[in-house]
T-cell receptor
Framework: KQEVTQIPAALSVPEGENLVLNCSFTDSAIYNLQWFRQDPGKGLTSLLLIQSSQREQTSGRLNASLDKSSGRSTLYIAASQPGDSATYLCAVLNYGQNFVFGPGTRLSVLP | DTEVTQTPKHLVMGMTNKKSLKCEQHMGHRAMYWYKQKAKKPPELMFVYSYEKLSINESVPSRFSPECPNSSLLNLHLHALQPEDSALYLC?????????????FGAGSRLTVL
């Protein structure tokens, strides 16, 4: 059974810092991995989707990488802003299964 | 249209009430999902519909009854709920079930059971 963990659980940084969020999964036979952002009490917004054959995806200040063999993905946020404050979740899709979500990383970017 | 729309945004109900949550998408997605999310926890899958047929029921109590009237609509009927059912209920859709495609979420319906 796929298990997904995220480190750190919470992170507080000053504005302007570059930061890395980590996602680990136990079963490397994944179809794809998706990163989401969730503001308090709101739905999830898709940030990036990485297919199993890809190594990374970029969107603006966000870059997500995937290393299937080691069961890891990282989300890199460049030049963080207070508006980036949210919870970031990764979700993994295995063949023949549903998306499994990690517990999330709560990010706070201080002005 | 690239959105999943959920109504109502907030719902307060007593344990004897019957209410429904509604979800709509016009992206041509053929898979639709209901998730339940408690505070500071990840979403938990409840139901999956694929081509309007129930494909997954994650052992959800019968007081939650899903319905998919057509490919664009997904309902969740609520009856005799318990206070512990209070949560954020999220609807999502994807092009197909178990495919290599993006999962798109709605903004959620915040449910409070008194």
């Amino acid at each position: 059974k796929q298990e997904v963990t995220q480190i750190p659980a919470a992170l507080s940084v000053p504005e302007g810092e570059n930061l890395v969020l980590n996602c680990s999964f136990t079963d490397s036979a994944i179809y794809n991995l998706q990163w989401f952002r969730q503001d308090p009490g709101k739905g999830l917004t898709s940030l990036l989707l990485i297919q199993s054959s890809q190594r990374e995806q970029t969107s603006g200040r966000l870059n997500a990488s995937l290393d299937k063999s080691s069961g890891r993905s990282t989300l890199y946020i460049a030049a963080s802003q207070p508006g980036d404050s949210a919870t970031y979740l990764c979700a993994v899709l295995n063949y023949g299964q549903n998306f499994v979500f990690g517990p999330g990383t709560r990010l706070s970017v201080l002005p | 249209d690239t959105e999943v729309t959920q109504t109502p945004k907030h719902l307060v109900m007593g344990m004897t009430n019957k209410k429904s949550l509604k979800c709509e998408q016009h992206m041509g997605h053929r898979a639709m999902y209901w998730y339940k999310q408690k505070a500071k926890k990840p979403p938990e899958l409840m139901f999956v519909y694929s081509y309007e047929k129930l494909s997954i029921n994650e052992s959800v109590p019968s007081r939650f009854s899903p319905e998919c009237p057509n490919s664009s609509l997904l309902n969740l009927h609520l009856h005799a709920l318990q206070p512990e059912d209070s949560a954020l209920y999220l609807c999502a859709s994807s092009l197909v079930f178990l495919g290599a495609n993006v999962l798109t979420f709605g903004a959620g319906s915040r449910l409070t059971v008194l």
